[in-house]
């Protein structure tokens, strides 16, 4: 399976962006989906997940603000970033845990996950 991650961008605070994550090579349904950020000068960190059930899952800062989906006919898992902050600067990566862990506090965990795109800068302007 590979990832291809874009959407990233330069957003001035408060605005809104969405990034796509674009599977090959396997069934992203199959799997459960997640997307990461890295600040600079910080260890990378969970935003959220998509569980291969359907669940979603989201860390405390982004909750209201971004919304994981995921489109089975296209094989893309998304994220909506909407009233973006400057502390949401940050490279993001999608990954994917195959096969999918059952225990959903593990789905924060970047260890479970064996697959990873490449990052897409977001940038937030204050």
């Known amino acids: 399976v590979q990832l291809q991650a874009s959407g990233g961008g330069l957003v001035q605070a408060g605005g809104s962006l969405r990034l796509s994550c674009a599977a090959s090579?396997?069934?992203?349904?199959?799997?459960?989906m997640a997307w990461f950020r890295q600040a600079p000068g910080k260890e990378r960190v969970f935003v959220a997940a998509?569980?291969?059930?359907?669940?979603?899952y989201y860390e405390d800062s982004v909750k209201g603000r971004f919304t994981i989906s995921r489109d089975n006919a296209k094989n893309t898992v998304y994220l909506q970033m909407n009233d973006l902050k400057f502390e949401d600067t940050a490279v993001y990566y999608c990954?994917?845990?195959?096969?999918?862990?059952?225990?959903?506090?593990?789905?924060?965990?970047?260890?479970?996950?064996?697959?990873w795109g490449q990052g897409t800068l977001v940038t937030v302007s204050s």
């Open positions: 990954a994917a845990d195959r096969p999918p862990v059952a225990i959903v506090s593990a789905l924060a965990n970047e260890r479970f996950y064996d697959v």
């Open positions: 090579g396997g069934t992203i349904s199959r799997y459960n």
């Open positions: 998509f569980q291969w059930s359907g669940g979603t």
